[in-house]
């Protein structure tokens, strides 16, 4: 007896070890509902997803099988109902689409949410596609004859959740949210340029590109959105745009060289827009920039397109970045004129000319015992704006004087000396 009990105790625990066992192999409770459930009975989607979440991708194939086998049920009512409209007419037909636009609407309301078991399922590695092509191929408008039943079936698709109605107002409320970013990126673009103008030490460039970066940036998130609400969705799109961006960083490493150079251009500021500079061998005003090239307008009025990487890897020299320039000119006189006179006359020109600043004083003295002339320095000021202007004033000025005064302005020359030689 004690040997039978102990047998006894030992079947005893081994089947409970199978069955603790045999539950842990179990899925998760399936939340799908009995066939003869009404749509206004099933779980709601929200709170489908939210189950799906922690389930694995066999506890979620059971629970697909079991959201199919309910959509089968759904299809062979709306099956049923559409051989009735058919096979009727009158006012029995138009009965019969009704109960068959009902059967539908019970229909799509499975088909909403076996489609969420199969993105959750799909999104965890699981194969769905004999179910997607199923879902595919059975929702639709049904071969239904009359017009009272088109009409009718017609109608059940405008008014499912699924249907026109509800498409419209998707569409719509994308419409509205793409208009309400466009005009929030307004006004941030507008608030983030007034904040940054009070800030003396931010360049135009600078502000430019954080204002447009800003409504750019509020406007894509807007388009997100807006897809979104469509029931698009993003997430395959925005690891694609990863994947892409990481593939583009190598094939445009030239591009993104061009990128960090213009990110150090806006940082440090050697030049503004409007400023005249000398970069990468070119001269001319810059005229606009973006994060790869600079678009240097030159004196002749052609607009040369420069990489950022280029200008930042050479000197720039900033012509206009002070308020005044010395304007260098040199002017010769024969050793045989008055250099004294001719010292005179340069300083009384510069003191006369209104655009020639007096302070710093302007700078006149012997420079050079050229080959054919005595050269002499004239260094005025003058604010930048009016370089040229009192460069081109000065040395007309000067040629008018020293002819006026007697004062010559050698040139080179060259004394041909002829030899002859008679015949022997």
Known sequence: MPTLRLLALFLLLLGSVVAAQGTQDLPATRTVPPVETKASDLVSVDVLRARLKPLTKAALTAELEGWFTLLQARVETVSVADVEVIETSGAAQADAGDRAAAARAERD????????????LGAKGGETGEVESYVTAVVGLP??????ATWTTVLAWLRSPDGGVALAIDVGLALLILVAARIVSGILGGLLSRALGQLSQTSDLLRSFLVHTARRVVFLIGVVVALSQVGIDVTPFVAAIGAAGFVIGFALQGTLSNFAAGVMILIYRPYDIGDVVTAAGITG???SMTLVSTTIKTGDNQSIVVPNGSIWGGVITNITANPTRRIDMTFGIGYRDDIGRAK??????????????????PVIEVSALGASSVDLICRPWAKTGDYWTVFWDLTRQVKERFDREGISIPFPQQDVHIYRHEPA
Do not use: F, S
């Not at 071969?143 to 009272?148: K, Y």
């Open 109 to 120: 309301a499975v088909v909403r949410r076996v489609r969420v078991v199969v993105d959750e």
């Open 143 to 148: 071969p239904v004859t009359g017009l009272q």
């Open 285 to 287: 005003k810059v005229d």
């Open 344 to 361: 005179q006359i340069l300083q009384e020109l510069c003191a006369q000319h209104e655009l020639v600043l007096g302070d710093p004083a």
